[in-house]
């Protein structure tokens, strides 16, 4: 006989899924505020309309023991951003639509732009140009 692992019955996990929205609900106003002077451009609205997103995706979960899961992992990623452990990318992974981030590392493999100055004194012809720019893929948009 599997046990669940937090809720008894179905309205107890819904309880705790609906607690789990309002309280990132609340947060949202912060994440905004805190993580605003970084690379993190995400208004307000759009962390509401990627808050109701995250939480639509699962909304055909049905096992209790599912759900609790995914409220445990709510719970801390909640954690995680509200006491500002987690980085400004790590943030923004979640507004990285899957289908563009596809569509980028196909076409080109150029992520981050390193650019090596040669001194001047070599000549031209040597490499075709002054400097050297070397694409590369480093991870991260």
Known sequence: VARPILSRTPVESKR????????????LPFI???????CVTATLPQLKQKLREEFLKNKDVKDIRVV????????????????LWRS???????????????????????MCI??????SSLPENLFGSRYVVRLSYGGRI
């Open 114 to 119: 390193h650019t090596t100055f040669l001194p």
């Open 68 to 83: 609790d899961l995914l409220v445990h992992r709510g719970q801390n990623d909640l954690l995680e951003v509200a006491r």
């Open 16 to 27: 705790s899924v609906l607690n789990l929205y309002r309280a990132w609900y609340r947060q």
């Open 32 to 38: 905004v505020k805190e993580y605003g002077y970084t």
């Open 88 to 110: 400004d990318c790590q943030v923004m992974d979640y507004f990285r639509d899957a289908r563009n981030w596809k569509n980028i590392t196909e076409d080109l493999d150029l």
